[in-house]
């Protein structure tokens, strides 16, 4: 793990967040990290609204080392609060989920989503402007027709380049609870949304249309049990999808077996240890994400205190479980009282799915790398991201004599936490948003 100790630390936030992190208002606070499937742009979301586009910078002869930053290419606002006055309730306008699709030309495509409604972006450069209307003077207003005697070609003049964001299509109307996932699917003609307790399949092209493929809610809702935490279709084959629940079981499904996918495939659960049973452990076993891994052959979860790693051959148990801050196991008490053992933090693959990342409190990040077992704990803050510093790694004291370089569990802080992290396709590029902040950090280059 000598190489993830050793990222060069770049803060970005988004326009209009104020940088004192402690004067940052709620709608600056970041709600999803993204790459696009190059690496070239990084998209994050947050709860007022807004998608900010990072874009990589091209590598220079004399700046080599400045390959690795991420400028402000485009901003623009997504989604706007609304109120259903039907319910008598109010719709934040807070991004949930960003993902990207493939370019398939000069233009980038994604989709955000917020509790209700999913919009499909486009993304697009232009330089030019076009000219000498015939009908239409050069302010753009109407000319009139009887003073022209000439007929003109426009021509394309050039222009200071701009970027566009314009939404392509709007999937509303759909979900009655929030949601919570939105996925693509590998035919890159459909995608899935997933609120609490159903999933709908779309098709890009109908926006007044979805189906319905699962759902779990019971004909009497004081029968309910769980509910839908995450869901992801399956990176190469376009019938299969999981998703996960409260209860901390994950169902596999195949769109071949029938309409609706009310009968899982597979079924993922592990068996619970009765003596580590107590008022916590249905809360703590909640599933908050789930990702296939690149290769398609794994599957990842994230709970409150672990990582998981599953093979689709094994249904009874996972083959690696990681914990991320056990040290904690001691105080859930007092996170249930300030509503932290309620937050949902993300997991990621690294590009080869050797490596796995997730996010803690106190501004903590961890990596454990599934090769060699080995894990790291690295704290993404302003005060030890100085430009080209290399990140040390911290430790956690649970009890006894506290060593210099360590930080005792009671000292923690959980108002800072690292929900949303993201890893570059192909490079050990990594964006980890904490807060309001957003730092990206490369793999130090020799």
Known sequence: MKCFSRYLPYIFRPPNTILSSSCHTEADI?????????????????????????????????????????????????HEPEFDYLKSLEIEEKINKIRWLPQQNAAYFLLSTNDKTVKLWKVSERDKRPEGYNLKDEEGRLRDP???????????????????????????????????????????ETYMSAD???????????????????????????ELTEVIT???????????????????TIRLCDMRASALCDRHSKFFEEPEDPSNRSFFSEIISSISDVKFSHSGRYIM????????????????????TYQVHDYLRSKL???????????KFECVWNGSDSVIMT??????????????????????????????AILKPRKVCVGGKRRKDEISVDSL??????????????????AVAATNNLYIFQDKVN
């Open 359 to 388: 996010g803690s409190y106190n501004n903590f990040f961890r990596m454990f790398d599934r090769n060699t077992k080995r894990d790291v704990t690295l704290e993404a803050s302003r005060e030890n991201s100085k430009p080209r």
């Open 146 to 188: 009887a003073t022209i005697t000439t007929l003109r070609v426009p021509v394309l003049r050039p222009m200071d380049l701009m970027v566009e964001a314009t939404p392509r299509r709007v999937f509303a109307n759909a979900h009655t609870y929030h949601i919570n996932s939105i996925s693509v699917n590998s035919d890159y």
């Open 333 to 343: 008490c007092s996170l249930y009282e300030n509503d932290c053992i309620f937050d």
């Open 230 to 248: 995450a869901a992801e279709f399956h990176p190469h084959h376009c019938n299969s999808f999981v998703y996960s629940s409260s209860k901390g």
């Open 30 to 78: 970041i709600s999803t990290v993204e790459f696009n499937h190059t690496g070239e742009l990084l998209a994050t979301g947050d709860k007022g609204g807004r998608v900010v586009i990072f874009q990589r910078e091209q590598e220079s002869k004399n700046q080599v080392h400045r390959r690795g930053e991420y400028n402000v290419y485009s901003t623009f606002q997504s």
């Open 196 to 222: 609490d307790l159903r999933i709908n399949l779309w098709n890009f092209e109908i926006t007044n249309q979805s189906f319905n493929i699962v759902d779990i809610k019971p004909a009497n809702m004081e």
């Open 413 to 430: 802080d959980f108002s800072k936490k690292i929900l949303h992290t993201a890893w570059h396709p192909s490079e050990n590029i990594i």
């Open 301 to 320: 979860t994230r709970d409150y205190l672990t990582v998981k790693v599953w093979d689709l051959n094994m249904e009874n148990r996972p083959i690696e």
